[in-house]
């Protein structure tokens, strides 16, 4: 059984059309790989949306984001990046850069 990186539904678009091309998370969901062919399902259900592959992975500091990174999460600043991580991890500082692209659809 292939592992599974969840996502919220609301941006399953974003992710299917490419626009959203990396998340952010905690060290807790910072165990994949260079090279990792997994499904990409919904948080809310655990639907199967896609399959992607992991291009890079970038261990930073909250302070650190920028636009790039914004860009690659489909957001216009980085002060609403910023604004969700808080929202999503409230006091952490050590995050995870995940870039991907979509292998194929479900």
Request: glycine letters at 4%; charged letters at 25%; proline letters at 2%.
């Given at each position: 059984?292939?592992?599974?990186?969840?996502?919220?539904?609301?941006?399953?678009?974003?992710?299917?059309?490419?626009?959203?091309?990396?998340?952010?998370?905690d060290k807790s969901d910072s165990h994949y790989s260079v090279?990792?062919?997994?499904?990409?399902?919904?948080?809310?259900?655990?639907?199967?949306?896609?399959?992607?592959?992991?291009?890079?992975?970038?261990?930073?500091?909250?302070?650190?984001?920028?636009?790039?990174?914004?860009?690659?999460?489909?957001?216009?600043?980085?002060?609403?990046?910023?604004?969700?991580?808080?929202?999503?991890?409230?006091?952490?500082?050590?995050?995870?850069?995940?870039?991907?692209?979509?292998?194929?659809?479900?």
């Amino acid at each position: 059984m292939s592992s599974c990186m969840t996502f919220f539904q609301r941006l399953e678009c974003q992710i299917l059309t490419g626009k959203k091309t990396a998340t952010i998370r905690d060290k807790s969901d910072s165990h994949y790989s260079v090279g990792q062919i997994l499904d990409a399902c919904t948080h809310e259900d655990g639907r199967k949306m896609c399959q992607i592959e992991i291009l890079s992975i970038e261990s930073l500091k909250l302070s650190e984001l920028n636009r790039t990174h914004a860009k690659a999460e489909n957001l216009p600043f980085v002060f609403v990046l910023k604004w969700i991580i808080r929202k999503i991890y409230p006091t952490e500082q050590d995050l995870f850069f995940i870039q991907f692209r979509v292998v194929s659809g479900c």
